[in-house]
């Protein structure tokens, strides 16, 4: 399927170099632009085939599917920009959590979906959070989902619940490697130990828990449970973290929400001239 990437940035040249990674699409299936010709000359000359293109015209015209990876306030100008070479065969994929699937069905005539991915998804792993417009068929999503299955568990959710999949989904990994690098430090402070090996081992533990989460069968609290002898050294270790960490995700979802909605308003303000 010809695709192509409207902004090439760390989400956009995320996504691209993960579906050439997973053999997903060929250099030459993709058709890039990026406002800095420059980035996007820099992905061509690392995948021989890849198409860089001047201009988002180009992209639409060539393109049967179509991402738009570009900031909140970028994509009502980008869509005024492509929406002339828009016909209602293509698909067109926003992965800006504030523009509303609405607001891109209102100027484009085509298949809409909104698509949230995670830098997990460069492993070729993590969820792509999914969003599909009223003119998405279920042959389309299938058709959608069997493109991103390649670097991605998809995953369908409410509209309403963008923000806070977003926020665990996509935010998840800085809020846990913060802690991670917390914990490796207080290991290093407390006793000494090698910076380096501190995250090796903190590492490895996050990724086997993972694990045991996904595929081992187990829910959070009964992982907690298994590995916690009442009395022992770890339930010593939870009372700390309970003591300080109660209500801190609260305010951290609280303090996103707030963000996430303000940028709707301007999102909105934007769509409504």
Known sequence: MNTGFIGTGSMGS????????????????????????????????????????PSNREVALESELIFLCVRPMDIFNVINDIQPYIHPDQYVISITSPVMIQQLESRLPCRVAKLIPSITNYMLDGAMLC???????????????????RISEPIEISETHVRVCSDLS??????FAYLLEQFAHAAVEETGIDYEQACTLASRMLLG?????????????????RVTVPGGITAEGLKIIEKELTGKFNQLFQMTHHKFTTEVTKVTAQWST
């Open 209 to 225: 828990t993972g694990k045991l989460l996904t595929e081992g069968g187990f829910t959070p609290e009964q992982l907690r449970q």
């Open 170 to 175: 996509s935010c998840g990994p800085a809020f």
């Open 14 to 53: 995320l996504l691209i170099e993960s579906f050439i990674k997973s053999d997903a699409l060929l250099p030459q299936e993709i058709t890039a632009s990026n406002r800095n010709p420059a980035k996007v000359a820099q992905l061509a000359e690392r995948y021989p085939g890849l198409r860089a293109v």
């Open 131 to 149: 969003v599909y417009g009223s003119r998405i068929s279920s042959g389309d999503r299938e058709r959608i989902e069997q493109l991103i299955r």
